[in-house]
T-cell receptor, first 113, second 111 residues
Framework: NAGVTQTPKFRVLKTGQSMTLLCAQD?????MYWYRQDPGMGLRLIHY???????AKGEVPDGYNVSRLKKQNFLLGLESAAPSQTSVYFC????????????FGPGTRLTVL | SQELEQSPQSLIVQEGKNLTINCTSS?????LYWYKQKYGEGLIFLMM?????EEKSHEKITAKLDEKKQQSSLHITASQPSHAGIYLC???????????FGTGTRLQVTL
């Protein structure tokens, strides 16, 4: 099993450009999450999904959109990138049972100039 | 909203020494997760605690949740360079089992 994979690993954007980050998991997990990690602020939840076709807002959703058209994929979109969105983005997934841990991808390092 | 405070923020220890990292919550913890992150990589799950007084160990790492379920500690015995990284605690917030994370403790192990 590949676990949770993220594409791309690195990306540099100019202000105003758009892009999509792809997260894929092969563990048949129901729940998927997108986080951003910034120095001194830990991990903050952007959006999450409790199943195919569903999405919900997390702690810091502004400027991002998500889609979960297939159970194994969770896409994070930036429509008009801003320098404040420079961060490391992590995707995670977990089984539905309450006390199961989240499995994390390797991260995408995004720089917006 | 639940807040998690980790202490210390960073730690430098000599190889072979013991160390403890603390995670204190502003609310009762119903599921406390410890993760390790190597620099530039994703998070690796270490262990999860849910019952007051619960203690779990894996190799040289022991985690404990206090009886009142508002603080957890992570103890590393006889530290090794492989223990270096960032340790994060995460607390379950209920709905959809979202996790709130602490800001992390950066551990360096010197030879």
């Amino acid at each position: 099993n590949a676990g949770v994979t993220q594409t791309p690993k690195f990306r540099v954007l100019k202000t105003g450009q758009s892009m999509t980050l792809l997260c894929a998991q092969d563990m048949n997990h129901e729940y998927m999450y997108w986080y951003r990690q910034d120095p001194g602020m830990g991990l903050r939840l952007i959006h999450y999904s409790v199943g195919e076709g569903t999405t919900a807002k997390g702690e810091v959703p502004d400027g991002y959109n998500v889609s979960r058209l297939k159970k194994q994929n969770f896409l994070l979109g930036l429509e008009s990138a801003a320098p404040s969105q420079t961060s490391v983005y992590f995707c995670a997934s977990r089984r539905e049972s309450f006390y199961n841990e989240q499995f994390f991808g390797p991260g995408t390092r995004l720089t917006v100039l | 909203s639940q807040e998690l405070e980790q202490s210390p923020q960073s730690l430098i220890v000599q190889e072979g020494k013991n160390l403890t990292i603390n995670c204190t919550s502003s609310k009762t913890l119903y599921g406390l997760y410890w993760y390790k992150q190597k620099y530039g990589e994703g998070l690796i799950f270490l262990m999860m605690l849910q019952k007051g007084g619960e203690e779990k160990s894996h190799e040289k790492i022991t985690a404990k949740l206090d009886e009142k379920k508002q603080q957890s500690s992570l103890h590393i015995t006889a530290s090794q360079p492989s223990h270096a990284g960032i340790y994060l605690c995460g607390a379950s917030t209920g709905t959809a089992s979202k996790l709130t994370f602490g800001t992390g403790t950066r551990l360096q192990v010197t030879l």
